[in-house]
Structure formats: structure tokens, C-alpha cells
């Protein structure tokens, strides 16, 4: 009998397993589509593949890939996403952030733009998709809470800075030689300014300052001239199209390239991606993974703030696993069709929102329509200056840089402030890589250190059955009775304390009698302050002072109740309230 119920277990949860990505993908937005969401995911789709051409092209050179490459991964991925996102807005696609961790990852292993390196970029996108495919199918979406915001805010805004001066080369039009921080990027870069090619700083500056009139100016320019507002966000974010054939035209028609050594693009292999297998290497898989798991949290976490943000406007939902899987599936087509690593864009999920998207074919018509663009308009790319694209980045990035949550954090919570400090630091100082960990150490370090001395507070009546702290409120207390409220859960860490704050107390008062333990705050105590509760209950019995416990809350009850120690302390000495409890023991008041 206990053989046919295990092996009915184990085929029920082979089942479960079997059937989890059909339940994961059944609330896809494309299995119920309507004919009047089509007009809005056209355009979305067209203007979005306006704007992700030129960013495509300028995230990969960003990552040390040939500009097709980007375009390469905004294909496949682009369309497995809308068709299996949850999402029925967010743009995937390669994004700056993740461009650069590739080319932190791949840069010491392989020349930049190369056979080899491509292919390194091919198991890296492999190996994220493996990683959020599983954890979607798992449900293990709650890892990436790991990563807290100031974690991320000061790793974005350590980011944004690396990205920045990374491009700057490209405009002023110099070769630098490579660094391992920002530190040693920042000296090389100033060294090299008097070398600067002025005709291609002016073409980047120019394009600069283009891109940021669009983005700031030219919305509110297009209201004075009465266009409607549905068309004003996509006419401004179609900034980088314009520049881009701006630079483009430029160059052409006076031959800057030849005349005054602009960098240029030169030829782009056009037509579909090819197919591609990446490599199989364990000891290179185990290599490149710590990259790879920093890619699948970051790109996640970017991915599911905007997806969430936009939903929550028109009052729809998405699945956080189920937008893992998606995201972990639009990787692994993005490895086998000659892409890197991908997730959803802030600045494009915007316009694709604001262009009408109503559903996942949006991405499916912008995937179709880079597609064409990379048969039929190759060519006209020949002539697009480096250092237009690297405008492009740098005004995008521009918008990564967020030092309000810094002010904001430092004014709540010095901690919190340290842990994004910490991060920013470690990401200018040390690596981008090893940024985001150490940011990580550092959040959960000051949280153990936080939690380990809670707030311990005693309290007294306010009036009826509130029960208020003796220091904060007037409040009427009880004379031999010490009622004691800890709002934290008990764990290894903070369970010492709490028991070195009650004996002190006892030992300054020689009055108390009984000490009571509010645990209205108390979620859950772990075996270590179980131990600790014991060993307090009997040095206080030892003493001569009772121990109470009230406000306990059911699950943590349940579990007292198992072990024992219900027993250990008395059940009259367990109460539903803290007033219960001072009626009980039939103290009379005294104003504190």
C-alpha cells in the first residue's frame, strides 16, 4: 500500500511538472484576440521598430558585437516574447544594461566583434535562458527579491555612469586602451581628449543635442502646433531614426569618412539570422554562469518593474513566472539564431504603451519588420557614423542616472543608503560584475545586522485595551508586572538580545514578578530562539519571576503547541490579549 501511494505521488507530481508550462502560458494575451486591438498593435509595432533599428545596431557595438547581432536578437526573441509574455505592452529586446555585463563578461576572454566572441555571447544568452526558463517553470520569481532597490538603484546608477564614458571614446573619435574599472577607463579618456577627431565630436555632440531636444522639447513643441496627443510620445521617441539618417546623409554626401577619418559602420551582412549552435563546454558554462545569473536577475527585474507599471495604468495583470519563462524562452531562441542576451526596454515599452499596444502582436510585427529591414535596407546603413550610435546610448543611459532615491533612502533609512553606496562604489570601483554581489552581501549584511537588535519596547494602557510605549505616550502601567513587546520574529541572530534586554530589565527592577511577552509582532521563531525562549523561562523561574506569553499569533502557536513548550511555560500563562493578561494577574495601575 505505501508503495502504490509513493508511486502515485511521484506520477502526480511528474505530471504536475509536465503540464506546468501549459499552465503557466495559458493566460497568454494573444489566445483571446480581438479584431479591435489590430490598429493599435500595428502602429505600436511600426514605431517601435523605428526606434529599436538604430538601438539594436547601438547596444551591440556597446557589447562588443558587429551591430547585425542586435538585430539578430530582435527577431526571434522579440516575437517568442509577444507570444508567450503576459504582458501585453513591454518591448524585449537588448538593452544597455545587459549589453554591458556581455561585455564586461566576454572582453578578457576573447577579442571583441570576433568568431570566438560571438560565440561566447551565444552560450551566455544559452545559459540565461536556461536559467529564467527554470525558474519561471518553478515558480522561483521571488529570487530576484534578493535584489533590493537601493541595491539596484545604486547598481543602475554605477552602470549608467560605466556605460557613459564608455561611449565617449566614440565620440571623440579616439582608440583607448582597455581598463578594468571606471577609474582606469576615466584616466585614459581624459589623457586622450587633446587627440579628439573635432569633425566627429561635432557629428556626436550634434546628435546629442538633437536626441535631447526630442526628448524634452520637441512633445511639448508638437502640442503648441496642435498634433494630437496620441501621436506626440512616438513622433518624439523617434529621435534616434533621425539622427541616425541625419549622420548618415552627412557623411555620404561629403564623404567624412575618407575626408576627415569618420569612423564609420561600413558593410552589415544582410538577411535572416543564421542558425547557430553554441558551444558545449562545461568548464566554460561554469565560467560564464555568474555573468549569466546577474544577467537573468537584472533583465528580470527591469523587465517586471516597467511591465508592472504600464499594466497597472490600463488596470490589467501579469504572471511574474510566467513572464520569467518567457523572457528565459525569448534567450534561448536569441542562442540559437545568432543573438545575446535580451530583456524588456524601458524607454520602448514606454512608446510601444503610449503607441496603443494592446496585446503581444505588436512585438510580432516589430520583430517582422526588423526582419525586413535586415533583407532589404542593410546597405543604407554603410555610411552611419559610430559616433551617432554612440549618442544614442548616451542620451539613453542618461535616463538611468536617478540620485533622487539616494536622498530619499539616506532621509528613511542610513542603512539602506549604505547598501546603495556600497553598490555604486563596487561598481565604479571594482567591476560591474562584482558590483551587484557585493551589493547583494552588503543589503543582506545590514539586514542581519538590523534585525539582530529589534526594537524591544515596554508598554503600559493608553486607555480601554490599548497598550502603548511607557516612552513615547502617557500611559498607566502595572506595579510588578513588566509587559514587553519585541516587533521582530525570533531567529538565530536577534534571540540573544532579546533575552540579555529582559534579564537586564529584571535585574534593574527588583519588583517585577511577572514578565509578559507581547508577540503580536512575532511572525515566526526558529529553533535557535526556541531554545533561547526555554533557557529564559527558566532563569527568570530561577529568579523568582513568572513568564507570560500573549497576542501569539496561530501559526506560531500551532508550533509552540508541538514541541512542548506550552507545556514548559503553563497554559495559565498563555493569553489571547495583553489586557486578558494584566486582568489575569490582577495588578492594580500606577501612572507611569
Known amino acids: 500500500m505505501a508503495k502504490e501511494r509513493s508511486g502515485e505521488v511521484a506520477d502526480n507530481a511528474l505530471r504536475h511538472f509536465a503540464t506546468a508550462p501549459l499552465r503557466l502560458f495559458a493566460s497568454s494575451p494573444l489566445l483571446n484576440y480581438q479584431r479591435e486591438d489590430l490598429p493599435g498593435d500595428l502602429l505600436a509595432g511600426l514605431i517601435v521598430a523605428i526606434m529599436l533599428v538604430p538601438q539594436a545596431m547601438a547596444y551591440a557595438l556597446l557589447a562588443g558585437l558587429p551591430p547585425q547581432v542586435g538585430l539578430y536578437a530582435s527577431i526571434v526573441p522579440v516575437a517568442l516574447y509577444g507570444l508567450l509574455g503576459s504582458s501585453r505592452t513591454l518591448a524585449v ?33 544559452l545559459l540565461s535562458g536556461i536559467i529564467q526558463a527554470v525558474m519561471g517553470l518553478a515558480r522561483l520569481g521571488f529570487l530576484v527579491n534578493f535584489l533590493s532597490h537601493p541595491v539596484l538603484s545604486g547598481f543602475t546608477n554605477g552602470v549608467a555612469l560605466v556605460i557613459g564614458l564608455s561611449q565617449v571614446r566614440h565620440l571623440l573619435g579616439v582608440s583607448l586602451p582597455a581598463s578594468e574599472n571606471f577609474v582606469g577607463a576615466a584616466w585614459y579618456t581624459a589623457v586622450a581628449i587633446p587627440q579628439s577627431n573635432l569633425i566627429t565630436l561635432a557629428i556626436g555632440l550634434g546628435s546629442v543635442a538633437l536626441l535631447l531636444y526630442f526628448k524634452y522639447s520637441f512633445a511639448t513643441q508638437l502640442a503648441a502646433w496642435g498634433v494630437a496627443e496620441k501621436w506626440r510620445v512616438p513622433l518624439a521617441k523617434s529621435a534616434p531614426l533621425v539622427v541616425v539618417l541625419l549622420g ?7 564623404g567624412l569618412h575618407e575626408t576627415a577619418g569618420v569612423r564609420i559602420v561600413g558593410d552589415v551582412p544582410a538577411g535572416l539570422p543564421p542558425l547557430t549552435a553554441p558551444t558545449f563546454d562545461l568548464d566554460l558554462w561554469q565560467l560564464l554562469l555568474p555573468t549569466a545569473l546577474a544577467i537573468s536577475l537584472v533583465g528580470y527585474t527591469e523587465s517586471i518593474s516597467v511591465a508592472k507599471s504600464l499594466a497597472s495604468k490600463r488596470r490589467q495583470k501579469v504572471s511574474p513566472n510566467q513572464e520569467l519563462a518567457a523572457l528565459g524562452l525569448a534567450n534561448l531562441g536569441a542562442s540559437f539564431t545568432g543573438g545575446y542576451p535580451v530583456t524588456g526596454g524601458i524607454s520602448r515599452s514606454v512608446v510601444n504603451f503610449a503607441a496603443g499596444a494592446n496585446t503581444g502582436l505588436s512585438s510580432i510585427i516589430t520583430a517582422v519588420l526588423v526582419a525586413l529591414t535586415l533583407i532589404f535596407l542593410m ?27 539616494l536622498r530619499q533612502t539616506w532621509a528613511y533609512n542610513k542603512a539602506d543608503a549604505a547598501s546603495w553606496a556600497v553598490t555604486f562604489g563596487a561598481v565604479l570601483v571594482i567591476s560591474v560584475e562584482m558590483g551587484i554581489l557585493i551589493g547583494v552581501l552588503a543589503s543582506l549584511g545590514l539586514y542581519l545586522w538590523r534585525t539582530s537588535r529589534p526594537h524591544v519596547a515596554e508598554v503600559g494602557r493608553l486607555d480601554g485595551e490599548t497598550y502603548r510605549n511607557v516612552l513615547r505616550h502617557p500611559v498607566q502601567t502595572y506595579p510588578g508586572v513588566a509587559a514587553i ?40 521563531i526558529d529553533a535557535s530562539a526556541l531554545e533561547t525562549l526555554e533557557a529564559l523561562v527558566d532563569r527568570l523561574r530561577d529568579a523568582g519571576v513568572d513568564f507570560h506569553l500573549t497576542d501569539i499569533k496561530g501559526p506560531v502557536m500551532d508550533r509552540l503547541e508541538r514541541v512542548g513548550f506550552i507545556d514548559h511555560v503553563g497554559r495559565d500563562h498563555i493569553f489571547l490579549t495583553t489586557h486578558e493578561a494584566m486582568c489575569a494577574l490582577g495588578c492594580v495601575m500606577r501612572t507611569s
Open 93 to 125: 529586446g537588448p538593452v544597455a544594461i545587459v549589453s554591458l555585463l556581455v561585455a564586461t563578461a566576454l572582453t578578457p576572454l576573447a577579442e571583441p566583434g570576433s568568431v570566438d566572441y560571438v560565440q561566447l555571447a551565444l552560450v551566455l544568452a
Open 485 to 524: 513587546r519585541i516587533d521582530e520574529s525570533l531567529y538565530f541572530a536577534n534571540s540573544r538580545f532579546l533575552e540579555d534586554t529582559i534579564l537586564h530589565l529584571v535585574s534593574e527592577r527588583p519588583d517585577i514578578d511577572h514578565v509578559v511577552l507581547i508577540g503580536s509582532a512575532i511572525n515566526f
Open 248 to 254: 548618415t546623409l552627412l557623411v555620404w554626401l561629403l
Open 379 to 405: 546597405p543604407l546603413f554603410y555610411f552611419l557614423p559610430q559616433a551617432v550610435l554612440a549618442a544614442i546610448i548616451l542620451v539613453a543611459v542618461m535616463g538611468l542616472v536617478d540620485l533622487s532615491t
